[in-house]
């Protein structure tokens, strides 16, 4: 048996999904999903809700149900409602990579580190190449104090997309926060592109010209960085 949402092969006596977390043995879930979907991309949340909080009554092995209601709860606000939800999803499917990648953000946007840490891990003992995941988890990591680990999640996901500039920007304040100013200064240099971050490394690189007595060198890049933030806001 394969699964009609992402392909995987399934055994017969599987009931969900072990990549997506699809319920597999019923079409009629599928089918019910397409209504809360329909209402939610067109804006319409509580109608949405309200189908999807149907739909989990009446099918409550749906790991996919649990986890769409759980992100309707996380866009409306409700965090605990959604942590509530995606944890029953991991419950019925536990290798839901992106239910449990998911359940971090909810737990990071909670304020709870230990918990989106946790989270994240879980992510990536199903797919050690999950990309956000290392991401996310190193910047749970970094709020926890942990930088170490941080710094080792952060590189791992250079390697993996070079193009994340912003985890080359929290490499650069962790070596800053180690007082390594060359490696510092050497990542911010890297995360100096059009992206994201680039505001603010050239702002911590203009502070470590500072420090070292190259005042033109910093006022040049902070104007630089003046330049970027009102082009930002003209945007």
């Known amino acids: ?22 319920f597999l043995r019923d079409a009629w879930v599928d089918r019910r999903l ?12 509580r109608e949405a809700r309200r189908e999807l909080e149907r739909l989990v ?21 409700t965090l605990d409602r959604a ?16 239910c449990s990648y998911d359940l971090g953000v909810a737990h990071y946007h909670r304020g709870n580190m230990p918990g989106a840490i946790q989270a994240f891990r879980r992510c990536l003992e199903i797919d050690p190449r999950y990309n956000a995941a290392h991401y996310r988890l190193a910047i749970a990591l970094f709020h926890a104090g942990e ?15 070079p193009e994340y500039l912003m985890a080359r920007y929290h ?12 490696a510092a200064a050497r990542e911010f240099r890297s995360s100096m592109d059009e992206g994201v971050g680039e ?35 003209a945007g």
């Open 1 to 22: 048996m394969r699964c009609s949402r992402c392909g995987r092969e399934a055994a017969q006596t599987d009931k969900f999904c072990a990549e997506c977390g699809m």
């Open 34 to 45: 397409l209504l809360p979907l329909t209402l939610e991309t067109e804006g319409r949340d």
């Open 57 to 77: 009554e009446a099918q409550p092995d749906s790991a996919l149900a649990h986890h769409l209601l759980g992100t309707v709860y996380f866009h409306q606000g």
């Open 83 to 98: 942590i509530e939800r995606y944890e029953e999803a991991l419950r019925l499917a536990p290798s839901f990579v992106v």
């Open 147 to 161: 930088l170490e680990q941080a710094l080792e999640h952060f590189e791992r996901c250079t390697t993996l997309t």
């Open 171 to 182: 490499i650069g304040v962790i070596h800053e926060r180690r007082q390594d100013p060359d």
């Open 199 to 233: 505001v603010s490394s050239v702002y911590h690189l203009a502070m470590i010209h500072r420090t070292r007595g190259d005042e033109q060198t910093a006022t040049k890049l902070l104007d630089r960085a003046r330049e970027f933030g009102r082009a930002a806001a």
